[in-house]
């Protein structure tokens, strides 16, 4: 009796720990994410030529600006974000751009993310410095895809030169 008794409790304490797992398990964003597209750091381009240093090594990009005096220079950077348009028959719908860098007496200035020529969004005076990892930028407008995405960025060197790190950029799309 005794046994039948604990065998029923041990029983009913699983019944209640198999039953509450679920509460345990993190429950997934209502959208999840459809795909997520990187290119290296090592793939930036510079706009136009510009008194800087570029170096590309296997794990960044790593640009030195040679700022004279107290003149500051700017200059421009491209990234071409690999760009899945449809994916089962839908076109997809850019949510942001995420970018990996580090500055070191650079700042970055301003992020233009586009589709193809046409220009989806704008961040201008951010005056961003120092370690981003994962710095994302928004689309609010969350437009469909039509060509590629490119992202261009805008860093200022300070005077007596410093440095920028390229590591990555990446977007992320969804239906």
């Keep these: 009796m005794v046994t039948?008794?604990?065998?029923?409790?041990?029983f009913l304490l699983l019944l209640t720990f198999v039953v509450s797992i679920p509460a345990l398990v993190p429950i997934p964003p209502a959208e999840a994410l459809t795909s997520a597209m990187w290119t290296h750091g090592n793939s930036v381009q510079m706009e136009t030529?510009?008194?800087?240093?570029?170096?590309r090594l296997g794990f960044y990009?790593?640009?030195y600006g040679?700022?004279?005096?107290?003149?500051?220079?700017?200059?421009?950077?491209?990234?071409?974000?690999?760009?899945?348009?449809?994916?089962s028959d839908?076109?997809?719908?850019?949510e942001?751009?995420?970018l990996n860098f580090k500055t070191s007496g650079a700042y970055v200035e301003s992020v233009h993310i586009y589709d193809?020529?046409?220009l989806l969004k704008t961040y201008d005076n951010l005056s961003l410095h120092g370690e981003h990892v994962l710095k994302s930028f928004s689309v609010p407008t969350r437009d469909e895809v039509k060509s590629g995405i490119g992202v261009s960025v805008k860093v200022g060197?300070?005077?007596?030169?410093?440095?920028?790190?390229?590591?990555s950029a990446g977007a992320d799309f969804n239906y």
């Design 116 to 118: 193809g020529s046409t």
């Design 49 to 55: 030529p510009c008194a800087a240093t570029v170096t």
């Design 90 to 94: 839908q076109r997809l719908k850019i």
């Design 96 to 98: 942001q751009v995420l």
């Design 4 to 10: 039948k008794i604990v065998t029923s409790l041990s």
């Design 61 to 63: 990009t790593r640009v």
């Design 157 to 167: 060197f300070v005077p007596d030169g410093k440095e920028i790190l390229f590591r």
């Design 66 to 87: 040679l700022s004279a005096g107290q003149t500051a220079i700017r200059c421009w950077f491209h990234f071409a974000i690999p760009t899945t348009v449809y994916l």
